[in-house]
Nanobody
Framework: QLVESGGGLVQAGGSLRLSCAASGDTFSTYRVAWFRQAPGKEREFVAGISTGGVSTYYSDFVRGRFTISRDNAKNTATLQLNRLKPEDTAVYHC??????????????????WGQGTQVTVSS
């Protein structure tokens, strides 16, 4: 089970820190990604991180502004959102998969999803 938190309303240029808490004792064996979905749009990849946290992946539209990390001892993954823009407004979901990935960007590869947390950026 995955539970996201940390969303909210923020002005453009502001920051938020999203967390994804996982239950169970095998979190360290799962790849983790964050996706987002805005109203009327398809779910899109934001960032991904390997099991040990060594490798990270970002979409072009967030690279340099967002940072993904994980703490396997605490069964959590975090997405730090900086320099937010109104177009970042969406529901943000974390997702996990145990299998090795060649493409973190494909949502169909993930087996578990959280319910999402709303991020709203005002102009």
């Amino acid at each position: 089970q995955l539970v996201e938190s940390g969303g909210g309303l923020v002005q453009a240029g502001g920051s938020l820190r999203l967390s994804c808490a996982a239950s169970g004792d095998t979190f360290s064996t799962y790849r983790v990604a964050w996706f987002r979905q805005a109203p009327g749009k398809e779910r899109e990849f934001v960032a991904g991180i390997s099991t040990g946290g060594v490798s990270t992946y970002y979409s072009d539209f967030v690279r340099g502004r967002f940072t993904i990390s994980r703490d396997n001892a605490k069964n959590t993954a975090t997405l730090q959102l900086n320099r937010l823009k109104p177009e970042d407004t969406a529901v943000y979901h974390c997702a996990t998969v145990r299998a090795a990935l060649t493409n973190y960007r494909d949502p169909l590869r993930y087996t578990s999803w959280g319910q999402g947390t709303q991020v709203t950026v005002s102009s």
